[in-house]
Every structure is written in structure tokens, then in C-alpha cells.
């Protein structure tokens, strides 16, 4: 009898391994081939001639199908007794971005100091280019709308940067969500996403100045 384990998945990194099941009781020589029978690319098969083999998980994405042929042969090794085979599916995926914001998620930052948010550390698993994207949100009584500077009147926008700084003053007082959109740069609806809570305290009102009069 034969059995193939199926439905393996894997990413675009590592490997993966092929195993199967025999059993012949009567005759001693068995012979086993490992072969890809579809698949969107080719991969290698470390040892097509094992029970148990390996092999290098293939970089283009997809579904892959393999089969195991056992083929028993009588003690000299000339004449075929039985045969038989299975298949075993492999599919691969591509793992999101990586998103990572420096600092930690919530911060308080007073109204009149800068403050930078940096992304840079964010990446693929399989190492590829990545795209950036910031997003400024206010919270107006529970509902998120996008940042206006205090100065220009015009909304916040920052391009596509590793890392924003938002200067002083540009925020009033309240609370705020900056949201970093990282996509994969040869799959743009690959996409991941992070938010820093962010505090924007008032200045602490200073007292008037005492004027003391002197009665002449």
C-alpha cells in the first residue's frame, strides 16, 4: 500500500518535505521516484529517489502538485511485481509586510515640540522592496478625520517616507491616530498597516505677571 501526506503549505522561504508510506511484506527491493507533475515554476527534488525528500521551496507562488511511484521488484531487481502512486499538493504563499513603528504605539507629545514616527525597520520576509504610506487622523468626538495643519488650514500629508516628522505647533491639542500603510512595491494590494496613538497635550497656561504700584 501507499499513502503521500498532501496539502503541505509553504512560504517563499525554507523548505518543505515530501514523505510517504510503503508497506510490501513479501518482496525486499522497493524502488521510489519523486517527480513534479504541475506547478507555475519548476523546483528541484533533493532526493527523487527517497522515501523521505526535501525540497527548496520554489519562489513563485501558486499551486504545486508532486507524485511518489513505488514500484516493488522481485529479489533480483529485473522483474516488476507491482507499482503504485500518489500525489501530494504544495501551496505556496507570499507572507505580508512587516510593519514596525519605532518608539511604541502611544505617545504624548506637547503642543509645542516635534516629533518624528519612523517606519524604516518595517520589511518583507523575503526581503523585497517596500512601499510607504501616512496617514493623519484626528479624532473629533470619536470619529477620525484627516489631519488639518494648524497654520496652513491644509490637510497633513507627509508623501511616501520611511519616516515623518510633524512639526510644532502644526497639531492643536487632542488626539490623533498616524497610521503607516506598507505595501509590497511588486504587489501593491500586499499591504499591511500599523497605528501610533498620538496626544497632542496644551501648553500649561502661564500665570500674568504681578504689577506692584508704589504710592508716591
Known amino acids: ?26 518482496f525486499p527491493i522497493i524502488r521510489y521516484t519523486w517527480s513534479q507533475t504541475s506547478g507555475p515554476g519548476t523546483v528541484t527534488i533533493t532526493a527523487p ?11 513563485t507562488q501558486g499551486a504545486y502538485t508532486f507524485s511518489l511511484a513505488v514500484t516493488v521488484l522481485d529479489p533480483t531487481g529485473t522483474t516488476t511485481i507491482s507499482s503504485s502512486t500518489d500525489t501530494a499538493s504544495l501551496i505556496v504563499t507570499r507572507d505580508p509586510p512587516m510593519v514596525v513603528v519605532s518608539g511604541g504605539s502611544i505617545r504624548s507629545v506637547p503642543e509645542d515640540v516635534s516629533f518624528s514616527v519612523d517606519g524604516s525597520l ?3 520576509p523575503d526581503a523585497s522592496d517596500l512601499t510607504f504610506n501616512w496617514h493623519c487622523l484626528f479624532d473629533a468626538s ?3 478625520i484627516p489631519c488639518v495643519n494648524r497654520s496652513t488650514q491644509l490637510i497633513l500629508s507627509f508623501g511616501i517616507l520611511k519616516s515623518i516628522s510633524i512639526p510644532r505647533w502644526a497639531l492643536i491639542p487632542g ?3 498616524i497610521v503607516l ?8 494590494s500586499m499591504c499591511s498597516n500599523t497605528a501610533v496613538a498620538v496626544t497632542i497635550l496644551p501648553m500649561a497656561s502661564k500665570p500674568s505677571p504681578l504689577v506692584a504700584l508704589k504710592m508716591m
Open 49 to 59: 529517489e527517497k522515501l523521505i525528500t526535501t525540497i527548496t521551496t520554489p519562489t
Open 142 to 144: 470619536g470619529v477620525f
Open 181 to 188: 500603510v506598507v505595501c509590497a512595491s511588486d504587489s501593491p
Open 122 to 124: 518595517s520589511k518583507m
Open 1 to 26: 500500500s501507499l499513502t503521500v501526506k498532501t496539502k503541505q503549505s509553504g512560504t517563499l522561504q525554507g523548505a518543505v518535505v515530501l514523505s510517504g508510506c510503503s508497506q510490501s511484506l513479501q
Open 175 to 177: 488626539s490623533y491616530k
